[in-house]
């Protein structure tokens, strides 16, 4: 469902993410840990994945990744406290994490084969574009939300509403949803970008 709202500039999630709260904590005690979980399993099914994380947070996803042995990531967010936090948070991999747009980023030529983008694509006007711009072939891992939020710009309904959106960029295999909350469900999508 589409709501008609502008995007949030990079000094609201500064101010998100210094807050701490849920950003703060070991990716164990993340609402969203269940997701990860599954998502590592999705992964394990990727021949030798090279991980692209589009709006990387804090790094807790990431910090996963590596305490599971994944080695080959390389993430990026729009907000420079993320990056500051995500590096803190993953010292000894502190290089594969760097301040970018996913509108103008020039990372989506680099090499990959695996993007994950977690909770990004409804705080996104031009969603669609971004999508774009990832390459061929490459698998995608994404959630996205069913209720709003004062930075969301769309949430959706049901997994049929993902489905119709996505589908004709990204060729989606299957849609997971997680409750959250009493109300709340986070929705896990998985595919391959046409």
Request: aromatic share 14%; hydrophobic share 35%; proline share 3%.
């Amino acid at each position: 469902m589409e709501i008609n709202k502008a995007e949030k500039n990079k000094d609201f999630y500064d101010e998100v993410y210094k807050k701490g709260g849920m950003y703060a904590k070991h990716y164990q005690a993340s609402p969203y840990y269940k997701i990860w979980k599954k998502s590592i399993d999705l992964l394990k099914e990727i021949k030798n994945p090279d991980i692209l994380e589009i709006g990387c947070g804090v790094g807790q996803f990431a910090n996963m990744l590596f305490d599971q042995g994944f080695k080959d990531y390389k993430g990026f967010d729009y907000s420079d406290e993320a990056i500051k936090l995500a590096q803190q948070t993953n010292p000894q991999e502190r290089e594969k994490f760097h301040v970018d747009s996913a509108y103008t980023s020039k990372i989506f030529q680099e090499n990959y084969n695996t993007v994950i983008i977690f909770e990004v694509l409804e705080h996104l006007k031009e969603d669609m574009l971004v999508l774009n711009k990832i390459k061929s072939g490459v698998n995608v891992i994404f959630s996205v939300p069913n209720f709003d939020s004062a930075s969301h710009v769309r949430y959706f309904v049901d997994k049929n509403e993902i489905v119709q959106r996505y589908n004709e960029i990204v060729e989606i295999q299957d849609v997971y949803g997680y409750p959250i909350s009493s109300r709340n469900v986070i929705y896990l999508g998985y595919g391959r970008k046409k």
